[in-house]
């Protein structure tokens, strides 16, 4: 069938569907109290008039169906990816369709023949001086001062916030930076404090924002009282020899300076190195074509949408309350859902159909080395690799994303003539080796 399906139409012999009905007859004699009839001793039609042919039928057919299915994919030679949709056409005789999704066939374009370069960004004067203002920021004191706050000053107040009858806040000697960006506790917050002297207390209102996490008290206004205790100023170090000393051996502030660019040099080559390996396989990817079976689709899609409610739900916001505040429809969240799902396995099988191209393979040591390699920061570490080691699933997630891996560095290699080092391969690759179809 089109889209990577194949159609099984089985027929089951009817000796075989009698011996499913005569051991659900069995099972149900096992759980049913028949006067007159030690429990499992009652005849079957006596059984088969108390719950009706039909319950009989649906008990066997349970079981009998997987088998059967199971026994009709092994003698076709096939290898499904998800579960099939199975349908029984008919009971008498049996007949039974399945529709099962199978590995695509990926047709690979001339990956060989794309070509690309590595781009490195050169490091300017600009952004050494803005890495050091982040130096200078990470090694701020704050000083207290006699005058009004203004924005960027660290203060402490009492603040008390209500809306309605309702508290929306009420604390003590809270200290807070005013920042204008700040949208805590409401928006424009932090701007109606300037101003206001230490010892001094001021009464002011603000609209609660439409997307507030309490939708009861969205659009209303929110009265709060602040008063102010003290404020400070953030004073930074003066970018000289002296401060150089305080961060580093370094003895002048241009050794700094030269430090700085060094680092920034290497952050921006290992950038350039995973930005060339993720267009790389983009471009490859472009030039493939297959058919992806629509069950595969749904269940990457239902992946995907666990993922993204587990990780919701640890920062206490259900996928209910995420659809309102990115203002998605059901639907379209649906869609972007299947259209990710989409993508996530063309670049899988394309590059599953690349390694077996270029007889890309993965040798057990390297598997242990990479399961050793990720445990070693643990404090069990010995107990987790030997876990891993032990777990033959988690051997085979490793294998897969180490096979990933070193498609990625072969494929960099041949896009730039081997040119480029590729050790961005490991962030290009895919996140989600344990969450791909079962073959």
């Known amino acids: 069938m089109e889209s990577s399906q194949v159609l099984l139409e089985i027929e089951v012999e009817p000796p075989r569907v009698e011996r499913a009905l005569d051991e659900a007859y069995k099972r ?13 001793k009652a ?22 169906v997987p088998a059967v299915y199971r026994e009709a994919v092994s003698e076709a030679g096939l290898h499904p990816i998800e579960e099939a949709q199975v349908q029984i056409v008919e009971v008498e005789p049996l007949r039974i369709k399945a529709t099962v999704p199978v590995r695509p066939e990926v047709r690979l374009g001339d990956y060989r023949a794309l070509r690309r370069e590595l781009q490195v960004p050169p490091v300017t004067d600009e952004q050494v ?6 130096l200078r920021e990470a090694h701020a004191t704050w000083v207290p001062v006699e005058r009004p706050a203004q924005l960027g000053d660290r203060v402490a107040l009492d603040v008390r916030g209500t809306v309605g009858e309702r508290v929306l806040l009420d604390r003590r000697d809270v200290e807070y930076v005013l920042r204008e960006d700040d949208q805590r506790p409401l928006p424009g917050f932090a701007a109606a404090l300037v101003g206001l002297a230490p010892e001094s207390e001021r009464t002011f209102t603000l609209r609660v924002p439409e997307d507030f996490a309490d939708q009861e008290l969205a659009g209303q206004e929110a009265t709060f009282t602040v008063r102010l205790h003290w404020v400070k100023e953030k004073q930074l170090p003066a970018a000289d020899d002296a401060f150089a000393s305080t961060v580093g051996a370094f003895n002048t502030i241009e050794e700094l300076r030269a430090q ?13 190195r995973q930005q060339l390996a993720e267009d790389v396989v983009e471009a490859v990817v ?18 995907l949408r666990r993922r993204l409610a587990a990780s919701l739900d640890n920062q206490g916001i259900t996928i209910e309350q995420y659809l309102q505040l990115t203002g998605k429809s059901a ?3 649906e869609d972007e859902l299947r259209a990710q799902a989409r993508r996530e396995l063309t670049r899988m099988f394309v590059l599953d159909a690349v390694a077996d191209a270029e007889h890309i393979t993965v040798d057990p040591v390297e598997v242990e080395a990479e399961i050793r390699r990720a445990t070693s920061g643990r404090a069990d570490a010995a107990r987790a690799a030997r876990a891993a080691l032990n777990n033959q699933e988690t051997r085979e997630r490793v294998e897969l994303a180490l096979r990933e891996r070193k498609t990625i560095e072969r494929l960099v ?8 080092q590729t050790e961005a391969a490991t962030a290009a690759a895919s996140p989600a080796a344990e969450e791909r179809p079962h073959a």
Not at 129 to 134: F, I
């Open 28 to 40: 149900y004699a096992q759980r049913l109290n028949i006067p007159g009839f030690r429990r499992g």
């Open 286 to 303: 472009g030039v493939a074509s297959l058919e992806l079976p629509p069950q595969a689709i749904e269940k990457q899609a239902e992946r």
């Open 413 to 420: 290699e041949l896009a730039t003539g081997g040119q480029a």
């Open 129 to 134: 001086d803005k890495l050091l203002d982040q």
């Open 331 to 333: 639907a379209d969240f």
């Open 260 to 272: 700085l660019r060094e680092e920034l040099a290497t952050r921006f080559e290992a950038d350039a």
């Open 43 to 64: 005849p079957r039609p006596l059984v088969e008039r108390m719950v009706g042919r039909e319950s009989l039928l649906e008990e066997a057919l349970e079981r009998l």
